[in-house]
């Protein structure tokens, strides 16, 4: 059976680093169709919409979308098409490759990160000249479907340990919002206790502490949106930078694989891009279309560029976004 995938490069760098991973995906022979779409600032400027119904339809209807990145209008895109894709789940690795000069080499995590409510719902008013709120959504049906999906992952093996007996974290504030991250924590620590799963928790604000002063105590982290966004660009800082971190947007019947990073305007269009993140984030695609042993040699194929070169210049070397990327398919 074809699996239909959307590729949306964006602007800035994702017009660079996209079509790399393409060519990745393209060295298997495998059932894909490639269905090229458009958003972003680009788009806006062309047509008046940053991310058109169009587009909207084709991710909403697709099996995989691989997105590179949107500038100022990143915002109007990403998250919208989150919800074309039913994410529910947010899966950010870091993990510090040999070769690369990370702050902590030892660094190897994975972030899971609610993906739809939290204060990215969306309910932000302007009261008064003076006054703006916001409301916090959290949901007992969310925040147990997060559970379960961390359940799966470590019994799949799919932390990093690679071991199905290994626990996770989970990370709140639920002595502060005792209301809202007291109901992730309760359904979040149910669900692992339900399944037979070890779980131990942090409060976020230790745990940004300690994360980088030991990372090796960690492994799968299980945390609320904006938590789990901004820890997860903390564990980017300690793996070496932007360039190097994949994600995926996971929904039940669809998903969207997207490098970490911005369109990274300071070096777009000079073709010097780091492909690694948006060659990892097709891996993750490949392993979520049940591709799996081919998500693993790409894996295998980046970490042995990464440990032996050529490098971009964010690693310090001063080879090209396509010598990379020709240098991958050659070990694939
Ligand atoms: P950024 O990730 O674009 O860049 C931050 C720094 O990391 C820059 O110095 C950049 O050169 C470097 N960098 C990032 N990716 C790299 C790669 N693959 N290879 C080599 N170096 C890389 O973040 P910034 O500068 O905060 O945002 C730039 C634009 O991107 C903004 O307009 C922002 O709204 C947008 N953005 C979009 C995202 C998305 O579409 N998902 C996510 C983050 C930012
Ligand atoms: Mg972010």
Request: net charge negative; glycine share 10%.
């Amino acid at each position: 059976m074809t699996d239909e995938i959307v590729v949306i490069e964006g602007d800035g760098i994702g017009r660079e680093v996209v079509p790399a991973a393409v060519e990745v995906l393209e060295s298997f022979e495998l059932d894909f169709e490639f269905v090229a779409a458009e958003a972003g600032d680009a788009t806006k400027a062309a047509t008046g919409e940053a991310l058109p119904a169009e587009t909207y339809d084709l991710v909403a209807d697709a099996d995989a979308t691989l997105f590179g990145a949107a500038g100022e209008t990143a915002a109007d895109v990403i998250l919208p098409l989150r919800e074309a894709v039913d994410s529910f789940v947010n899966v950010r690795p870091a993990k510090a490759y040999p070769g690369v000069d990370a702050l902590r080499p030892e660094t190897d995590v994975v972030f899971l990160r609610e993906n739809t409510e939290g204060v990215y719902a969306g309910h932000e008013d302007r009261l008064s000249d003076d006054l703006s709120t916001l409301t916090r959504v959290v949901t007992s049906s969310a925040s147990r479907e997060l559970a379960e999906y961390a359940c799966e992952f470590v019994r799949d093996g799919r932390g990093p340990a690679g071991d199905p007996d290994e626990g996770f974290t989970v990370a709140h504030k639920a002595n502060v919002m005792r209301e809202t991250d007291g109901r992730f924590r309760e359904e979040v620590l149910a669900v692992a206790d339900e399944r037979g799963v070890d779980a131990d928790e942090e409060l976020m604000d230790a745990f940004a502490t300690k994360l980088p002063l030991d990372p090796s105590q960690y492994g799968v982290i299980v945390c609320p949106n904006l938590a789990g966004d901004v820890l997860s660009d903390l564990a980017a800082g300690l793996v070496g930078g932007l360039g190097l971190l994949p994600s995926a947007n996971v929904g039940h019947e669809n998903g969207l694989f997207e490098p970490v990073h911005g369109t990274a305007p300071d070096i777009a269009g000079e073709g010097m891009a780091n492909p690694t993140a948006a060659v990892l984030s097709a891996a993750m695609l490949l392993e979520y279309l049940g591709h799996v042993e081919e998500g693993g040699r790409v894996r295998d194929a980046v970490e042995s560029v990464l440990a032996d070169g050529p490098r971009t210049g964010d690693l310090g070397g001063s080879a090209t976004t396509d010598e990379v990327t020709a240098a991958i398919v050659d070990r694939l």
